[in-house]
């Protein structure tokens, strides 16, 4: 030990001491934390605390003990020689908070419009005591003068908002959601944390006097102007999202942990689902639970809803959010305020999130006006999903009624039964490994991105129920499920064939996406294979439009920008991407948590177009409240599935024929010894074995340096492929030799436990 530790230590010694009233009150801790620039978190961590410990020695409610309380109040020392108090004493907890002093060094905050703040309509309730009024939410810029307003008391309440100076650096600037609307002033979310702080887009803070949770929602709905505007005129304006951390949940009676882990909500008779009864607020079916919606119905055509996310029970599940839960609520919210202005404002899961931006960028009705009478009435939207309508039985889950009354529940159905669009699952087998092959070095993975939303690009899907048809001539234009044969066509044996999950290649007729038999076409048509489409039955849609464009076109750029954001851009090089690409998650987690988000918002919106009963008490055969929705469209997640894996299938033949040497001969498909395949196939990964650790040692590029047109192109858009991972080629080996699939743990990882 040197001797200034030795000092230190003895000075730590004698802090031990001090009693409890020479720290700075609870106000002024704060306003140093905020003054330096440092986050609860960082501090907790350095004093081996929680966050909340140190929420609530700055609220008040607790104090540090020793041996922490020495060096908290060591740090609290030197914080106060670096940023003295420049105005009055601070006010004690019991009171509220005024603004915070900004750092010396701290950039000027952004200041709000010259206008006047637009005033929340009058939602016909009055306020609980003790409300802040509209005025006391007006953000201020750095040394403007506000009037305190007046509570009903009489009591002069210092200003209930107020900017908070940045916490670390930001390293990419994120464009906050635009007030579009006088009622969404303050953005699409906020995070609520244990000492009443709000925390919302743009630095601003508001102070929730809110006690209870029937308080709160009155308290947001009247006075904290939050919401986002509609995503398509015919639309709805999104509902405010407030998030509860864990010193909030407790704040307001919630438990710890839910104890229903099935139903995931709280009991009919706990204290707050019934304190809501009694103010007249109500839930959805799914109760009071990760994600409750507590509304009143619509009066005067004025929405009356609030959702509520209670992140100690999960809310931001770490496999889309990563570890968003456990960041700083500013953090928090700058996560989420980004995605909600990208996306969507999330109601649930980034799956449930999905499929809701389906339906906000084409809702299914709009106002009509009757060119006989004048008055308005509700129209079909065109180009939308109007209705819930029935599958065909081979798009039907077994347990559904279409299903059902077909097959005995326990009926193993063939694939001449049941349409089987999934995404790949395929491995070579180990004997067809070429000796070339068992030569290199290194088993490369490649991925490509937002498979499913690039296949998602300008499909037509249908729009209407299926039609039956017995014998049909094959249409690549009508959307549907076909009864095909397509045994005959014969692909190199190394190859994944495309038109099954397993790669395997079918035995006979099965079931089909269009988009499936349509490559078949394709195949048949470009190689002159002596092979005829003819399909036994179909279920097409009379129909039918590209659907999902506004989806893709709103998740697209809101992926490209995100990934902008963080470094990765689409006019870099393949060297530059590959190098951007190996550290652009560390350089913002905020930025790289908005991308895994994204991310499971594309895979779980398309998972949802079939979703399954979640109920225990569901009888088999019986209807499920999913199946009430127009979004519930198998076939449309299967169109989009089929899509992906034969994009897949192209890019891989594209490559294969653009690295051997001769051409692949007319009337069959089979490549050279040398033709670059890959060894295994996860979704939308794919791994090739290589003499070089890079995607760039292995991957065909024309004479003039140009990647293969029609192969896997390197880059950041949609449909573009980057480095997954790799691995020594005996790992890659030994896991084929067992039957395992190498691209599941490319990256050194499960990639289903990844979310990948």
């Given at each position: 030990m040197t001797y200034q530790n030795e000092l230190f230590s003895a000075v730590d010694a004698l802090l031990e001491q001090v009693a409890q009233d020479d720290l700075p009150s609870p106000a002024e801790r704060k306003r140093l934390r905020e003054a330096a620039g440092l986050s609860q978190a960082q501090i907790a961590m350095a004093l081996g605390t929680r966050r909340e410990a140190v929420g609530n020695w700055e609220a008040g409610r607790t104090e540090p003990r020793p041996p922490k309380r020495a060096a908290y109040a060591r740090l609290l020392e030197g914080l106060i020689a670096r940023f003295p108090a420049t105005g009055t004493t601070a006010p004690e907890p019991t009171e509220t908070p005024v603004a915070v002093t900004d750092a010396p060094t701290a950039p000027e905050p952004k200041a709000m419009p010259a206008a006047a703040p637009p005033q929340p309509v009058s939602t016909g309730r009055s306020a609980e005591p003790g409300f802040a009024t509209a005025s006391q939410h007006t953000p201020r810029s750095k040394g403007a003068t506000a009037m305190a307003p007046v509570g009903r008391s009489g009591a002069i309440r210092p200003p209930a908002s107020r900017r908070a100076?940045?916490?670390?650096?930001?390293?990419?600037?994120?464009?906050?959601?635009?007030?579009?609307?006088?009622?969404?002033?303050?953005?699409?979310?906020?995070?609520?944390?244990?000492?009443?702080?709000?925390?919302?887009?743009?630095?601003?803070?508001?102070?929730?006097?809110?006690?209870?949770?029937?308080?709160?929602?009155?308290?947001?709905?009247?006075?904290?102007?939050?919401?986002?505007?509609?995503?398509?005129?015919?639309?709805?304006?999104?509902?405010?999202?407030i998030v509860l951390t864990t010193a909030a949940a407790e704040r307001f009676g919630l438990p710890e942990r839910l104890e229903d882990r099935r139903g995931l909500r709280l009991p009919e008779d706990h204290k707050v689902v019934k304190q809501l009864a009694r103010a007249r607020w109500h839930l959805t079916k799914?109760?009071?639970?990760?994600?409750?919606?507590?509304?009143?119905?619509?009066?005067?055509?004025?929405?009356?809803?609030?959702?509520?996310?209670?992140?100690?029970?999960?809310?931001?599940?770490?496999?889309?959010?990563?570890?968003?839960?456990?960041?700083?609520?500013?953090?928090?919210?700058?996560v989420l305020g980004t995605y909600a202005s990208?996306?969507?404002?999330?109601?649930?899961?980034?799956?449930?999130?999905?499929?809701?931006?389906?339906?906000?960028?084409?809702?299914?009705?709009?106002?009509?006006?009757?060119?006989?009478?004048?008055?308005?009435?509700?129209?079909?939207?065109?180009?939308?999903?109007?209705?819930?309508?029935?599958?065909a039985p081979a798009e039907a889950p077994d347990e559904h009624p279409v299903a059902a009354a077909l097959y005995p529940r326990g009926h193993q159905r063939t694939v001449a039964e049941v349409l089987d669009e999934?995404?790949?699952?395929?491995?070579?087998?180990?004997?067809?490994?070429?000796?070339?092959?068992c030569e290199q070095t290194f088993a490369v993975g490649i991925d490509v991105n937002t498979a499913f939303l690039?296949?998602?690009?300008?499909?037509?899907?249908?729009?209407?129920?299926?039609?039956?048809?017995?014998?049909?001539?094959?249409?690549?234009?009508?959307?549907?499920?076909?009864?095909?044969?397509l045994s005959g066509i014969g692909l190199d044996?190394?190859?994944?064939?495309?038109?099954?999950?397993?790669?395997?290649?079918?035995?006979?007729?099965?079931?089909?996406?269009?988009?499936?038999?349509?490559?078949?076409?394709?195949?048949?048509?470009?190689?002159?294979?002596?092979?005829?489409?003819?399909?036994?039955?179909?279920?097409?849609?009379?129909?039918?439009?590209?659907?999902?464009?506004?989806?893709?076109k709103r998740i697209g750029e809101a992926y490209k920008a995100t990934m902008a954001d963080l470094g990765v851009t689409s006019d870099l090089s393949e060297t530059e991407f590959l190098d951007a690409m190996e550290h652009h998650k560390a350089s913002d987690p905020a930025l790289a948590a908005v991308l895994s988000a994204m991310k499971s918002t594309v895979k779980g919106g398309i998972g949802k177009l079939r979703e399954r009963p979640k109920s225990i008490k569901h009888q088999y055969g019986k209807r499920w409240p999913a199946l009430e929705r127009p979004t519930w469209r198998p076939d449309i997640r299967a169109a989009v599935i089929s899509t992906a894996r034969v994009n897949m299938h192209r890019k891989i033949l594209k490559t294969a024929l653009a690295s051997q040497q001769a051409s692949a001969p007319s009337g069959h498909l089979t490549l050279d010894q040398d033709a670059l395949l890959p060894v295994a196939l996860l979704s939308d990964c794919a791994v090739y074995f290589s003499d070089g650790p890079s995607p760039l040692d292995f991957l065909p590029h024309t004479t003039d340096g140009m990647p293969t047109r029609g192969g896997f192109l390197l880059g950041v858009s949609p449909g573009m492929v980057k480095h997954e991972g790799t691995q020594e080629l005996l790992w890659a080996m030994q896991m084929l030799d067992e039957g395992r699939n190498p691209a599941r743990h490319i990256k050194g990882i499960d990639a289903a436990l990844d979310g990948e």
């Amino acid at each position: 030990m040197t001797y200034q530790n030795e000092l230190f230590s003895a000075v730590d010694a004698l802090l031990e001491q001090v009693a409890q009233d020479d720290l700075p009150s609870p106000a002024e801790r704060k306003r140093l934390r905020e003054a330096a620039g440092l986050s609860q978190a960082q501090i907790a961590m350095a004093l081996g605390t929680r966050r909340e410990a140190v929420g609530n020695w700055e609220a008040g409610r607790t104090e540090p003990r020793p041996p922490k309380r020495a060096a908290y109040a060591r740090l609290l020392e030197g914080l106060i020689a670096r940023f003295p108090a420049t105005g009055t004493t601070a006010p004690e907890p019991t009171e509220t908070p005024v603004a915070v002093t900004d750092a010396p060094t701290a950039p000027e905050p952004k200041a709000m419009p010259a206008a006047a703040p637009p005033q929340p309509v009058s939602t016909g309730r009055s306020a609980e005591p003790g409300f802040a009024t509209a005025s006391q939410h007006t953000p201020r810029s750095k040394g403007a003068t506000a009037m305190a307003p007046v509570g009903r008391s009489g009591a002069i309440r210092p200003p209930a908002s107020r900017r908070a100076a940045p916490k670390r650096p930001i390293h990419k600037p994120v464009a906050a959601p635009s007030a579009v609307d006088g009622h969404f002033t303050n953005g699409p979310v906020g995070v609520l944390d244990g000492d009443g702080s709000l925390y919302c887009v743009d630095s601003l803070i508001l102070d929730c006097p809110a006690k209870t949770i029937s308080a709160l929602v009155e308290w947001v709905l009247s006075e904290a102007q939050l919401g986002a505007a509609r995503l398509h005129p015919s639309g709805k304006d999104a509902d405010p999202l407030i998030v509860l951390t864990t010193a909030a949940a407790e704040r307001f009676g919630l438990p710890e942990r839910l104890e229903d882990r099935r139903g995931l909500r709280l009991p009919e008779d706990h204290k707050v689902v019934k304190q809501l009864a009694r103010a007249r607020w109500h839930l959805t079916k799914r109760g009071f639970g990760p994600w409750a919606r507590v509304y009143r119905p619509t009066e005067g055509g004025r929405r009356q809803c609030v959702q509520l996310a209670v992140l100690p029970w999960g809310a931001l599940d770490t496999r889309s959010w990563g570890s968003t839960d456990q960041m700083e609520p500013a953090d928090i919210v700058r996560v989420l305020g980004t995605y909600a202005s990208r996306v969507i404002t999330p109601c649930g899961s980034t799956a449930v999130s999905g499929l809701e931006a389906m339906t906000a960028l084409r809702p299914p009705t709009r106002a009509v006006r009757d060119e006989r009478t004048g008055d308005w009435a509700s129209g079909p939207v065109p180009g939308s999903l109007t209705a819930a309508v029935d599958p065909a039985p081979a798009e039907a889950p077994d347990e559904h009624p279409v299903a059902a009354a077909l097959y005995p529940r326990g009926h193993q159905r063939t694939v001449a039964e049941v349409l089987d669009e999934e995404a790949y699952d395929w491995i070579r087998d180990p004997q067809l490994l070429t000796d070339a092959e068992c030569e290199q070095t290194f088993a490369v993975g490649i991925d490509v991105n937002t498979a499913f939303l690039a296949a998602a690009n300008r499909l037509v899907v249908g729009l209407s129920g299926p039609v039956h048809v017995k014998a049909p001539t094959f249409n690549k234009t009508t959307p549907g499920s076909w009864l095909v044969d397509l045994s005959g066509i014969g692909l190199d044996p190394r190859l994944p064939n495309p038109f099954t999950p397993h790669g395997i290649r079918p035995d006979g007729p099965a079931w089909y996406a269009t988009p499936t038999v349509a490559y078949a076409q394709e195949l048949i048509d470009t190689f002159h294979l002596p092979v005829q489409i003819r399909p036994l039955e179909a279920w097409i849609r009379t129909r039918s439009g590209p659907y999902l464009d506004p989806w893709y076109k709103r998740i697209g750029e809101a992926y490209k920008a995100t990934m902008a954001d963080l470094g990765v851009t689409s006019d870099l090089s393949e060297t530059e991407f590959l190098d951007a690409m190996e550290h652009h998650k560390a350089s913002d987690p905020a930025l790289a948590a908005v991308l895994s988000a994204m991310k499971s918002t594309v895979k779980g919106g398309i998972g949802k177009l079939r979703e399954r009963p979640k109920s225990i008490k569901h009888q088999y055969g019986k209807r499920w409240p999913a199946l009430e929705r127009p979004t519930w469209r198998p076939d449309i997640r299967a169109a989009v599935i089929s899509t992906a894996r034969v994009n897949m299938h192209r890019k891989i033949l594209k490559t294969a024929l653009a690295s051997q040497q001769a051409s692949a001969p007319s009337g069959h498909l089979t490549l050279d010894q040398d033709a670059l395949l890959p060894v295994a196939l996860l979704s939308d990964c794919a791994v090739y074995f290589s003499d070089g650790p890079s995607p760039l040692d292995f991957l065909p590029h024309t004479t003039d340096g140009m990647p293969t047109r029609g192969g896997f192109l390197l880059g950041v858009s949609p449909g573009m492929v980057k480095h997954e991972g790799t691995q020594e080629l005996l790992w890659a080996m030994q896991m084929l030799d067992e039957g395992r699939n190498p691209a599941r743990h490319i990256k050194g990882i499960d990639a289903a436990l990844d979310g990948e």
